[in-house]
C-alpha cells in the first residue's frame, strides 16, 4: 500500500509524516509535488503540517489552488482516503473537502504542547484500530486552530458522528472556549460527509515513538492501512 | 482598458469570536479609551488591475474575493474605494 | 571581463569629506590606512563597502585579539572558527554544525522582527555549511517584567523567535531568558541552530576556480538594513528609535524555500561555495568567500536583481535585505543551478565570477565603482586593543561581606523564602516562552524545553545529541573571568544531566563599549575565563559572535558572555530528564553546598542586592563531576539528574520535584550533615559544581564519585508525597507540591496576563 505525501511549498511535517508511514507503518510512502498532476498511485493522500505559502492570506488558502490539488480532490471524490494533519485540515477546509474553517487560536499565540484527545467514534476508516472513549496523547503545533463552523454544519457532524477527535479536559462547566486553541465544542478532528477525508490539528506523525513522548497516533495510520488493505 | 486601484477590506463575520477585536478592545480600555465598544481587525487589501472600467474593475474584485481573498466561512468583505479611470 | 580601468566617481555622488568618513564610523587612522591601501582617495562606494568590512559587527577589530587566545582544537573538530559555523564529527561519518549569533541592536528597536530576522540568519549560516538545521536555541536577556516596554519586548522578541522557527519547521528546542534591570533598554537576543550533517557533504564558504560564477540567489534586493553591520557597532540610544528604517523584514517562507533549495544545490555538485548575504550583504559575503580562497573576483550591481528602482551600488553593495545568498558554481553548471532554484520558486542571476587578478572589483555596467587590491579589504582591517582597568566600584561590590545582610522576618519561614525564588521570573518555568515554539516538529525532540539540555535523537543511530545555552551577566558583572568560567561549566553540566559528554562551545559575548577601560576589562577577562574552561574541559570553541556598544543612556548593560554547548549521548539509554520519575528512589547530591551567597539570585530577589563575589568554579572538580556523572549514568544507576545552581540546593530540590507537571513527585532530605553552614547559604547558595540526582542504586552512584573523587551524599528519598520536606537544619519545613507548583508555572503568566489585552505585542494584524 502507498501512500502519496503532498509537499507544497512551506510545508514541513511532510518528512515527518514520511518517517511515520516508512519507519513505524513500513509501508510505501513517497513525496508529490505540489506543482505535479500525478498522484503517482498513492492509496491514500496526506496532506502534512506547515505553512504552505506562509499562511500568506489565510493558512491553506493559496494551497488549495497549487497543481496537485485538482487531483487530490478528484481522489477524493472516488472515496480516496486523505488525512489532512494541521496545515493539511486547514487547506482541506478551504478546498472544501471538509466543512468549516481553522482560525486564529482564541490565545492569539501559537501553541505547541502535547494534549489530551478523546476518541468520539471508532467506527470509521481512520479510528477502527481505537476504542470509543479511549483517551490519547498526540502534540499540536499550529497558530491557527480554533475549528468554527455555522450551527448546521456543527449538529450535522455530531449527528452523524462525525467529529472523531475532541480535546479533553475542560471539565464541567468550562466555557466553549477553554481548549488549547479555542475550537467550537472542543473539536480537533471532523470527517468529511463521505467519511474518507480526515481533518486533524494534532500531529499523529508526531506520536508515533514512545521514545519521543507517545506512540498513540499510530492508530490513525494503521486504522487506514486495515481499511485500504481490506 | 484603465488601471484601477480597489482597497478591499476583509473582516471576521459578526458575531463569531474574534479574539483579536477583544484583546484589541480591552487594551484600548486599559488606555483609557472608555468609549470604544468593539473592535474588529481585519485585513486591507489594494489591488490594482487593469479593467474596462468601473463597474467591472470592481465586478472583478468581488470575484477575487469570493474565490481567494476572503474566507466565506468565516470573513466578509466589503470594497472600500475605487481609484483611477474616470469618476 | 578583467581588463584594469580606472575607479571612477559616480556623478552624484557626495564628497568626501571629514564630516563623512566620520558619518562612516571611521577613524583619521583608519581612513590613512585605507588610503594607503588604495594609493588615492577612495570613492563613495568604496567609502560605503570599508565602513561595513571594517565595523565591529564584520572585522571584530576589538575582540580578535582576544578570541586568538581562545581553544580550538580537538579531533574530532573539522571546523573551527572564521566559517558560517563551527562543525564536529559525531561519528558514523556524521557531523554537527552549529553557531550562535546575537541580534541585540535590531530587536531593541522592533523586536518581532530583529528577533525573526536573527533566527533567519543563524539558520543561514548553518545549513549553508551543508548542514539541515535539526534544533534552534535561544538565549535571552530582558529588563524587568514590571515595565510595559520590557513586557512588550518581551512578547515581541519571543514571538518574532516562534513565527520564523515555527514557519521554517525548525524545533526550537531549549534556551534561557533571565530578567534584569540591567538590559533593560538594551535586551540581548541571542540565536544558536543546531545541524546535522554528513562529513562528506561539509561545504566551505571559499570562492575558488577561475571563472566560476558568481550566483545571487533568493530574494531581490530592496533599500532595507543598509548600514545594519555599523548600527550594530554603536551605542543605543534614544536617537536609534528614528532608524527604524534600518530593521530588515523576515519571510521565513522564502528562508524555508531557500533551505531546501541550498540542500539541494550543495549536494548537486553544480556549486563550489555558498555564504549567506547577512550583516554588510553582498559586500561582506563576496570579500569574505573570495578572501578565504585567496582569489579575486569582480561583481557588476546592473545585474544583481533589485526591489526598488535607481538603487545606487552604494545601496545594493550594502543592502541587509533578508534571505539572500550567495553561490560560486562551477562555470559551465549556470543552467543546473538555475533549474534547482526554479524549482523551488527562487530565482537565481550571474552577477560576477571568480578571476585571476588578485583584486576585488564592483563595477555599474561598463563603470568601475571600486577596486581594491587582493584580498586586504578584509585581512587589512585594523584591531585594537585598548586599555583595559576594572572599574573601582566592581572591586568594591564584590569585596563586599554580604554574608552581614540581615534576613528579612519573613525569611524565619524559608518556605517563603523559596517560593519567592520559585517565583522569580528568572528563575521561574518558561512554558509561556516555550509554548510559543514548535518544539517537536521534524520528530527527533527527545528532551525538549523545560529542563537541563535538550536532547534529539541523531536517526539512524543510538546516538543523540545534547545542546544548552548558558550564561550569567550578574555573576560576569561582578567578577568577570569568575562569570565566564562559570557559564561553561555550568553549560557543560547541563549537557551532562542529560546524559551527553559535552563536546565543543560556540558562544556570543555580548559587553558594552570597549573602548570605556572597565568594559574592555570585562571583555577581556571574561574571554580569559572562557579559554581556562573550555580547556580544562576540553570543549573547544568552534565560532561565535561579538556584541559590543551594549550599552543604554543608563551605562553597559551587565557582560554577559553565552555559552552554546553542543555534547553527545553515546546511547539512547542514557538519555537523562531532570525531574524525580520514580516514588522510593534515593535522592544524591554531587558536590558540596557552601555558605556562600555572593551574587545570588536569593540575594537580588529577596534583598535587591547585586554583591559579593560570585561562587568559586574549579575546572578540575567540574570535570571530575561531568566523568562521574556520566558513568553513573552509563551504568543505568541514574532516574534523573539536574544541575543545581541558580537559586540553590532547595531551588533545585523543588524544580525536581514539580517539574513534570502532570506528574509531580514529592520528596523528603535531611541536610544535617552541613548543620554547620549557614541555613540561607546551604539552601539558596549557588555553589558550582553540583548536581541533584535520584536514583535506586544510591550506593553504586556514591561508588562511582568516590572513584572520581566527587563528594557525595544521600540526602533523602523521593517519596511520591504531595510535599516537599527539608529536615536536618535549623529550621526544618515541609511546603506542599501544589504551592511550588503555583509559583513556578503560573509566575509569568500571571505577570503577562496584566498586558495580556496587549494586543500591541505584535503590531502586525494579520494571521500567523
Not at chain 3, 335 to 357: H, Q
Request: glycine letters at 10%; a negative charge; hydrophobic letters at 40%.
Amino acid at each position: 500500500m502507498k501512500f502519496g505525501i503532498v509537499t507544497f511549498p512551506g510545508s514541513n511535517c511532510d518528512y515527518d509524516a514520511y518517517r511515520a508511514v516508512v519507519e513505524v507503518l513500513g509501508e510505501e510512502a513517497e513525496f508529490l509535488w505540489h506543482k505535479e498532476h500525478d498522484l503517482r498511485d498513492a492509496d491514500v493522500v496526506i496532506l502534512p503540517g506547515g505553512f504552505s505559502y506562509g499562511d500568506y492570506l489565510r493558512p491553506g488558502a493559496i494551497a488549495r489552488f497549487s497543481p496537485i490539488m485538482t487531483e487530490v480532490v478528484a481522489h477524493a471524490r472516488r472515496g480516496g482516503p486523505v488525512l489532512g494533519i494541521c496545515n493539511g485540515f486547514q487547506i482541506a477546509c478551504e478546498a472544501g473537502l471538509l466543512p468549516g474553517a481553522l482560525l486564529r487560536n482564541a490565545g492569539l499565540k501559537f501553541v505547541c504542547e502535547p494534549v489530551r484527545l478523546r476518541v468520539e467514534n471508532a467506527a470509521t476508516m481512520f479510528t477502527s484500530r481505537y476504542r470509543a472513549g479511549q483517551e490519547l496523547t498526540i502534540p499540536i503545533a499550529h497558530g491557527d486552530g480554533r475549528y468554527t463552523a455555522d450551527d448546521q454544519t456543527l449538529a450535522r457532524l455530531e449527528g452523524e458522528g462525525r467529529v472523531l477527535f475532541r480535546y479533553v479536559g475542560g471539565g464541567p462547566g468550562a466555557d466553549e472556549w477553554w481548549s488549547p486553541n479555542g475550537s467550537m465544542r472542543a473539536i480537533a478532528g471532523i470527517v468529511s460527509d463521505e467519511g474518507n477525508v480526515l481533518g486533524m490539528m494534532p500531529h499523529p506523525e508526531r506520536a508515533v515513538n514512545e521514545l519521543l513522548g507517545s506512540a498513540d497516533g499510530i492508530g490513525v495510520f494503521e486504522s487506514v492501512l486495515s481499511r485500504v488493505n481490506a | 482598458m484603465t488601471r484601477f486601484r480597489v482597497s478591499l477590506h476583509v473582516t471576521p463575520r459578526r458575531g463569531l469570536l474574534d479574539p483579536q477585536g477583544k484583546a484589541v478592545t480591552d487594551a484600548l480600555h486599559t488606555l483609557g479609551f472608555a468609549a470604544v465598544r468593539d473592535v474588529h481587525v481585519g485585513r486591507h487589501i489594494v489591488v490594482e488591475l487593469d479593467a474596462a472600467d468601473r463597474p467591472a474593475a470592481e465586478r472583478e474584485a468581488r470575484r477575487m474575493c469570493a474565490k481567494l481573498l476572503a474566507n466565506p466561512v468565516t470573513e466578509d468583505f466589503e470594497i472600500a474605494a475605487v481609484e483611477g479611470g474616470a469618476a | 571581463m578583467t581588463a584594469s580601468r580606472p575607479v571612477q566617481p559616480r556623478p552624484g555622488d557626495p564628497a568626501i569629506t571629514p564630516a563623512l568618513i566620520a558619518e562612516h564610523g571611521i577613524t583619521d587612522e583608519e581612513y590613512r590606512r585605507l588610503v594607503e591601501m588604495l594609493g588615492r582617495a577612495p570613492t563613495f562606494t568604496e567609502l560605503g563597502v570599508v565602513s561595513a568590512l571594517w565595523s565591529e559587527h564584520c572585522s571584530y577589530k576589538h575582540s580578535r585579539p582576544l578570541l586568538r587566545t581562545l581553544p580550538t582544537n580537538a579531533a574530532y573538530v573539522l571546523q573551527g572558527p572564521g566559517e558560517n559555523a563551527g562543525v564536529i564529527a559525531i561519528g558514523d561519518g556524521l557531523a554537527v554544525a552549529f553557531k550562535i549569533e546575537s541580534h541585540n541592536h535590531p530587536s531593541a528597536v522592533e523586536p518581532y522582527q530583529g528577533a525573526a530576522t536573527g533566527v533567519g540568519g543563524i539558520l543561514r549560516d548553518v545549513f549553508t555549511m551543508g548542514a539541515r538545521p535539526i534544533a534552534m536555541l535561544n538565549s535571552l536577556r530582558f529588563g524587568s517584567l514590571d515595565s510595559a516596554r520590557v513586557r512588550y519586548l518581551f512578547g515581541g522578541v519571543v514571538k518574532g523567535i516562534g513565527d520564523y522557527g515555527n514557519c521554517v519547521g525548525v524545533p526550537t528546542v531549549a534556551g534561557e531568558v533571565v530578567f534584569d534591570p540591567a538590559y533593560e533598554g538594551n535586551p540581548l537576543v541571542n540565536a544558536m541552530c543546531v545541524g546535522l550533517l554528513r562529513e562528506s557533504e561539509l561545504m566551505r564558504a571559499v570562492a575558488q576556480g577561475v571563472g566560476n560564477p558568481i550566483i545571487a540567489v533568493g530574494a531581490r534586493t530592496g533599500r532595507d538594513g543598509i548600514h545594519g553591520a555599523s548600527f550594530a557597532s554603536e551605542d543605543l540610544s534614544e536617537a536609534n528609535e528614528a532608524k527604524r528604517p534600518r530593521v530588515q523584514v523576515g519571510d521565513p517562507f522564502t528562508e524555508k524555500l531557500l533551505l531546501e533549495a541550498s540542500l539541494e544545490l550543495i549536494h548537486s555538485g553544480h556549486i563550489v561555495a555558498i555564504q549567506d548575504m547577512g550583516a554588510a550583504g553582498l559586500t561582506s559575503s563576496s570579500a569574505e568567500m573570495a578572501a578565504r580562497g585567496d582569489v579575486g573576483v569582480t561583481i557588476d550591481v546592473e545585474k544583481v536583481p533589485v526591489r526598488e528602482p535607481n538603487m545606487t551600488p552604494y545601496e545594493i553593495l550594502l543592502s541587509e535585505s533578508q534571505e539572500r545568498m550567495l553561490v560560486v558554481a562551477i562555470k559551465g553548471h549556470e543552467d543546473a543551478v538555475r533549474a534547482i532554484l526554479e524549482k523551488w520558486d527562487l530565482t537565481a542571476s550571474v552577477i560576477g565570477e571568480v578571476i585571476a587578478e588578485p583584486v576585488y572589483r564592483v563595477t555599474e555596467g561598463d563603470r568601475v565603482v571600486a577596486e581594491f587590491p587582493g584580498t586586504r579589504l578584509v585581512t587589512d582591517c585594523p584591531t585594537y586593543t585598548p586599555p583595559a582597568a576594572e572599574h573601582p566600584d566592581i572591586v568594591a561590590l564584590r569585596a563586599r561581606d554580604v554574608s552581614a545582610i540581615a534576613e528579612r522576618p519573613e525569611e524565619r519561614d524559608p518556605a517563603w523564602t523559596l517560593l519567592q525564588l520559585l517565583s522569580s521570573p528568572t528563575l521561574a518555568n518558561k512554558a509561556w516562552v516555550y509554548r510559543q515554539y514548535d518544539s517537536s516538529v521534524r520528530t527527533n525532540t527527545v528532551v525538549g524545553p523545560g529542563g537541563d539540555a535538550a536532547v534529539l535523537r541523531v536517526r539512524g543511530t543510538d546516538r543523540a545529541i545534547a545542546v544548552k545555552t548558558d550564561g550569567n551577566g550578574r555573576y560576569t558583572y561582578l567578577d568577570p573571568r569568575a562569570g565566564a568560567r562559570i557559564a561553561v561549566a555550568e553549560a557543560a553540566r547541563n549537557v551532562a544531566c542529560a546524559g551527553g559528554r559535552p563536546m565543543a562551545v560556540t558562544n556570543n559575548l555580548n559587553f558594552g563599549n570597549p573602548r570605556k577601560p572597565d568594559v574592555y576589562f570585562q571583555l577581556r577577562e571574561a574571554v580569559a575565563g572562557m579559554a581556562e574552561a573550555c580547556a580544562a574541559l576540553g570543549t573547544p570553541v568552534t565560532g561565535g559572535n561579538v556584541s559590543l556598544y551594549n550599552e543604554t543612556p543608563r551605562g553597559a548593560i551587565y557582560p554577559t558572555p553565552v555559552i552554546g554547548m553542543v555534547g553527545v549521548v553515546d546511547r539512547l539509554a542514557h538519555v537523562t530528564r531532570s525531574a524525580f520519575a520514580h516514588a522510593g528512589d534515593a535522592i544524591v547530591l554531587l558536590g558540596e553546598p557552601t555558605a556562600s551567597i555572593g551574587a545570588s539570585e536569593y540575594l537580588q530577589r529577596v534583598h535587591g542586592t547585586v554583591a559579593g563575589a560570585p561562587p568559586a568554579c574549579d575546572l578540575a572538580a567540574e570535570r571530575a563531576l561531568i566523568d562521574a556523572l556520566l558513568d553513573a549514568i552509563g551504568a543505568g544507576d541514574v532516574r534523573s539528574a539536574h544541575d543545581c545552581a541558580d537559586g540553590g540546593l532547595a531551588v533545585a530540590l523543588a524544580e525536581c520535584a514539580i517539574m513534570d507537571r502532570d506528574h509531580p513527585l514529592g520528596a523528603r532530605v535531611d541536610l544535617s550533615p552541613w548543620r554547620g553552614l549557614p541555613l540561607r547559604g546551604l539552601l539558596f547558595g549557588e555553589a558550582q559544581g553540583r548536581v541533584l540526582l535520584s536514583t535506586p542504586h544510591a550506593e553504586r552512584v556514591l561508588a562511582a564519585a568516590g572513584r572520581h573523587g566527587v563528594p557525595a551524599r544521600a540526602i533523602g528519598t523521593v517519596t511520591g508525597g504531595p510535599s516537599l520536606e527539608v529536615a536536618g537544619t535549623a529550621r526544618p519545613f515541609t511546603v506542599p507540591l501544589d504551592r511550588l507548583a503555583d509559583a513556578y508555572f503560573e509566575s509569568i503568566p500571571r505577570i503577562m496576563a496584566r498586558t495580556a489585552s496587549a494586543a500591541s505585542d505584535s503590531p502586525a494584524t494579520t494571521a500567523v
